[in-house]
């Protein structure tokens, strides 16, 4: 029986998760230290001790209890080990003769709690060094958990050290984490600086949640005609060889449902990166379409823009639904034709970038707008549309954790759709993380070239490109390359893009530029140079550029040999271990490097949100909207 830690990671996930997993884990315990410390394994007939059992699931952070067992704890009664493990339905008994596992059953129980134990609450939030927000005293540094108190440093007066501020457990729904863009300066107790802070932020927050809810208000006032089901529809996703996983299906219930009723919709369709996030927009823009309204998908690059394009063309090939592209690929003229159709109601589905929030671009029927990549789009360019075409639904499409939360939070009443599960078939790809080797890139690329597959080769920097083409060009010779990065031309990226996808290269020599939702299922491996540059939820967003077919991928982080920072080599463990389908959202946690925050809010509430902290700002924000809508 495996038995996982109460590490704040695996607390998360859902027993189906474990269950799925299981022979996955228990193999992975004999060659990864990680699974090994902060997992058991305890079989029928096993030797062992039942004193160190007991002792490893102390440190497994599991809790004695005298009464019914809850998850996270064990009970110890004579011969027997009662333990509710928390990848587990129900407690299992294990039953010892001497030092020998004799049985090992489950114990079934009439209602299972579903909370979690732990030495408080405030463990498993802080570590030492943290940066903390108190309400009443601002931000320190935490020290430790002791005695019954949490002891939070803050700055002392000049030439001496911290000051202390000792808070007991019972007020510790007091302090919370400080999540920002920057390090925060460290306040002093007992003076007026934070107070005054706070009072601030809260006039300035309440500017912007009054702005919001007035937004939110006229749209709740709005009506449009309800999206009813067609008979197309099913015709066409029954000609496609494609199968819906069930939070798929579960969110294109979610969808319609709200298609169906007389009110626009705004929702947030969150799914890790290849989870699906496409196909479901794709559903609801072609209701949309078949319902006689105009649609529009907002892309963060011309890159992306030209992928969906010819995706949707090819998906939509046997219907009457006529899709153009706005980007800054195409000529004057061409712009000038698609403004025209887009005013004229011409137009089923444009797909393009931020040409689409140009003031002279009107689009006659414009019934559901998607925004893909939405952290990338700043409130303004979202409110904007919202204020031009009040009776739009929207829908958000995010990837990335963090922003997500900040959608769901600034609108306060905006549904979420989450997509958990990984398509059917869908390996994780293999992650290493190993000291720089031409030879390991040479096995690599050969290895991937000899199956029939194509390799993305990440460069962190345009200057580095010409030196790994140098390298790559005589170590494999014999492999195709192709080279794109930010100073080219638009239409330079997208014919070299255009010739990856279509197999005519073998090597694709990139920047970031690929992270943002590019989709070939023939590319399953992914080598980074210098990759403890990388942030972690960046590069987490690149290793879900591959691995989108049945075939196993394989992704190596190489780092400089001998040049690795504590904190390169601290992402760079991260990346090993949080390697699993579906790893964005505890990325995202691990990661403190919280991106695109002056996008979302604007520069204004930015700058009001790093003062105060992440927890706060969206505490007080969603207090003023509940108020201005009381």
């Known amino acids: 029986m495996l038995i996982a830690g109460l590490t704040p990671s695996f607390l998360e996930k859902p027993f189906s998760w474990w269950k799925h997993n299981e022979h996955e884990i228990i193999r992975k315990r004999a060659v990864n230290p990680f699974w090994g410390r902060n997992t058991a394994i305890l ?34 009664l004579g011969s027997d080990i009662i333990v509710f493990a928390i990848n587990k339905e129900s407690p299992i008994i294990m039953e010892f003769t001497g030092n020998t596992v004799t049985d090992i059953h489950e114990h079934l129980l009439v209602e299972q709690e579903k909370t979690f134990p ?43 050290g911290p000051d202390r501020l000792l808070v007991p457990l019972n007020q510790s729904s007091r302090v919370s984490a400080y999540l920002g863009l920057r390090t925060p300066p460290v306040h002093r107790l007992g003076t007026h600086l934070w107070q005054n802070t706070k009072k601030k932020a809260e006039e300035d927050i309440i ?46 219930e979610e969808i319609f449902k709200d298609m169906s009723g007389a009110r626009p919709s705004e929702r947030v369709l969150a799914g890790d990166v290849g989870f699906g996030k496409t196909e479901v927009a794709m559903r609801a823009i072609l209701r949309a379409i078949l319902n006689g309204k105009q649609t529009a998908l907002l892309c963060p690059t ?27 690929l195409e000529s004057e003229r061409k712009i000038k034709e698609i403004k025209r159709g887009l005013a004229l109601g011409e137009i089923d589905l444009v797909i393009g970038t931020h040409k689409i929030l140009q003031k002279n671009v009107d689009i006659k029927r414009l019934g559901l707008l ?132 279509e197999g005519e290269l073998d090597v694709l020599i990139s920047t970031t530029i690929i992270e943002n939702g590019l989709d070939i299922s023939s590319v399953n491996t992914l080598i980074t140079e210098n990759s403890a540059l990388l942030g972690l939820a960046q ?54 490097e919280i991106r695109g925050a002056g996008n979302i809010l604007g520069k204004e509430q930015s700058g009001v949100l790093n003062k105060i902290g992440w927890n706060l700002y969206f505490e007080t924000l969603n207090l003023a909207i509940e108020e201005f809508e009381d």
């Not at 009054?210 to 999206?227: G, I, M, N, Q």
């Not at 890159?303 to 980007?327: C, N």
């Not at 639904?393 to 306060?412: E, H, V, W």
Request: include cysteine.
């Open 207 to 252: 500017k912007f949640a009054k702005y919001l809810s007035a937004l939110y208000k006229k749209r709740s006032v709005v009506t449009r005609p309800p999206y009813f089901a067609d008979e197309a529809e099913k015709e066409v996703w029954e000609n496609f060889d494609f199968e819906e996983t069930s939070d798929q299906k579960k969110a294109l």
């Open 370 to 501: 998607v925004i893909d990549e939405e952290q990338k789009f700043g409130v303004k360019h979202k409110e904007t549309l919202k204020e031009k075409y009040p009776d739009i639904d929207i829908l958000y499409l995010s990837a990335t954790p963090i922003p997500r939360t900040i959608a769901f939070c600034l609108a306060g009443i905006r549904p979420i759709s989450q997509l958990k599960e990984a398509p059917r078939g869908r390996k994780a790809p293999l992650t290493y993380v190993l000291p720089f080797s031409e030879q390991i890139i040479k096995n690599a690329l050969d290895f991937e070239k000899k199956r029939g597959g194509q390799s993305y080769y990440l460069a962190n920097r345009i200057h580095y490109i010409p030196k790994i083409l140098e390298r790559l060009d005589k170590i494999v010779p014999e492999l195709k390359k192709g080279v794109i990065h930010g100073r080219l031309h638009e239409k330079e990226i997208v014919k070299v893009m255009r010739e990856f996808r």
């Open 43 to 76: 079989r029928k007939d096993e030797l062992i001790k039942q004193s160190e059992f007991l002792r490893k699931l102390d440190e497994l952070g599991y809790q004695k209890t005298p009464g019914i067992a809850r998850k996270g704890t064990f009970k110890h």
């Open 302 to 328: 011309t890159v992306l823009a030209d992928q969906h394009t010819e995706l949707f063309r090819k998906r939509f090939e046997k219907l009457p639904v006529k899709v153009e592209r706005l980007t800054r």
């Open 118 to 160: 732990t030495k408080s609450d405030t463990a498993l939030k802080f570590s030492a060094g943290d940066y903390i927000v108190h309400l009443d005293h601002g931000i320190g540094i935490f020290k430790e958990e002791k005695d019954g108190y949490l002891i939070i440093n803050y700055a002392g007066p000049k030439n001496s």
């Open 539 to 592: 590069a987490h967003q690149l290793r879900g550029r591959i691995g989108r077919s049945y075939e196993q991928s394989y992704c190596y982080f190489l780092y400089p040999s001998g040049r690795l920072t504590p904190e390169g080599e601290k992402r760079l463990e991260t990346l090993e271990e949080y390697s699993y389908l579906g790893a964005g959202f505890d990325i995202a946690k691990r990661d403190f």
